[in-house]
């Protein structure tokens, strides 16, 4: 029996968002049906409100959940009814090239529920990340679900389906932070603040965090910053170069996604040294940099793509750690909140104390 629940709705391009009964369908063959408990408001979240994704409304929105297993449609092995999951955005075929090469994270298949959830006059609902996780119930391809240990709170579990996951592996995965190694983080929100617990937990010996922001390069120490740079009170390339005996960091993370970042970046990394990108720049920005520059320096440029996250082995490995102390999520969560506070949570999103607002169901 298709079950009604309530869900919050972006109705048009940069309408409020609204609490709504969405119906959704029994599970098909390889969907499962998730009873949502906790979800992370995301910048996504929001670009989806503003139209700066797509154009496919209305949105279910919400896509940094975890849960539990409601029902499972035929084929289903991986997950049973009553097990604690936390989403990720899309399942992987474990087939082609990419995923036979060990990098599921560029499968050339993915894919989400082939069913759609509805609103109660018929019209179908485009979930935001294939998820659509603020409701109190939802419909994913049962690959998209993940198993974790039903001991951590569903608060924490969830952040990891998306923007954590994203700064926490960019450093760990992405980046390959060693033990020793000096790190510097470009952007200190979310993704950012993720990616320097991230290096801490890799061990880096210095984290270096770079933002334009003071309140943020708090609570960046907070995470793990070992030093800190406000890049409107001078050059951050020079600092983080005088940071580092003069050569530059072994890794830099960029999480900030503009031109200027991305040269900082470049620039600010040690001749043999990584640089991450993790910040998304919008089509139309452009980065000139002197080819000679490029040549010169060596070392790798890498974009980070959902935190190069495996979900099977990266989800369970993380709450784990969480568990024993040793990485806290939990910091991450500023407030939690109902179904009938998003738009709310969008509004205070820029609020330098908010790292994420999480609804509870
Ligand atoms: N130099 C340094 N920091 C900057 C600059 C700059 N020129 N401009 C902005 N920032 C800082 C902001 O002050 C803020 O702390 O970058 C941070 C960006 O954080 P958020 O807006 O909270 O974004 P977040 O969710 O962390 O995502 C960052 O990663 O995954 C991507 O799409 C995401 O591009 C986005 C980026
Ligand atoms: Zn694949
Ligand atoms: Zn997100």
Redesign the pocket.
């Given at each position: 029996m298709a079950q009604q629940v309530q869900g919050v709705i972006a109705p048009g391009k940069n309408e409020p968002v609204r609490v709504e009964t969405i119906i959704v369908p029994d599970p098909g063959p390889g969907e499962a049906v998730v009873k949502i408990q906790a979800c992370g408001v995301?910048?996504?979240d929001l670009h989806y409100k503003q139209g700066g994704i797509n154009d496919d409304f209305p949105f279910l929105l919400g896509h940094e959940a975890a849960g539990v297993v409601d029902s499972v449609g035929d084929g289903v092995t991986d997950v049973e009814p009553g097990d604690f999951v936390v989403l990720n955005w899309r399942a992987v075929c474990g087939q082609c090239r990419a995923c036979l090469r060990g990098r599921p994270w560029y499968c050339f298949d993915t894919h989400n529920a082939k069913q759609k959830m509805t609103l109660l006059d018929g019209t179908e609902l485009s979930p935001a990340l294939g998820i659509g996780a603020f409701a109190e119930k939802t419909l994913v391809a049962a690959g998209q679900c993940t198993k974790v240990d039903p001991e951590v709170s569903p608060a924490v579990a969830g952040l990891l389906g998306c923007?954590v996951m994203?700064?926490i592996g960019a450093a760990i995965n992405t980046g390959q932070v060693g033990r020793g190694d000096s790190v510097a983080v470009?952007?200190?929100?979310?993704?950012?603040?993720?990616a320097i617990a991230g290096a801490r937990l890799a061990g880096a010996a210095k984290i270096i965090a770079?933002?334009?922001?003071d309140r943020?390069l708090e609570t960046a120490k907070k995470m793990g910053a070992t030093h800190t740079v406000n890049?409107r009170s001078g050059d951050?390339v020079e600092a983080i170069r005088a940071l580092t005996g003069g050569n530059g960091a072994d890794v830099v993370i960029e999480?900030?996604?503009?031109p200027?970042?991305y040269k900082?970046a470049f620039y600010a990394r040690d001749l043999a040294g990584t640089v991450v990108l993790?910040?998304?720049?919008t089509p139309e920005m452009q980065l000139e940099l002197p080819l000679l520059d490029v040549f010169g320096r060596g070392g790798s440029l890498k974009s980070s793509w959902y935190g190069d996250c495996l979900p099977s082995r990266d989800f369970p490995m993380l709450i784990d750690l969480h568990q024993q102390g040793r990485i806290d999520l939990g910091a991450f969560v500023t407030e939690t909140i109902g179904l009938g506070d998003v738009e709310q949570a969008f509004a205070r999103?820029?609020d330098?104390d908010v790292?994420r607002s999480v609804v509870i169901l």
């Open positions: 995301c910048h996504t923007g994203a700064g470009i952007g200190c929100g979310g993704v950012g603040d993720a770079v933002d334009i922001d943020k890049s951050p999480a900030v996604g503009r200027e970042t900082q993790v910040g998304v720049p999103m820029h330098g790292l």
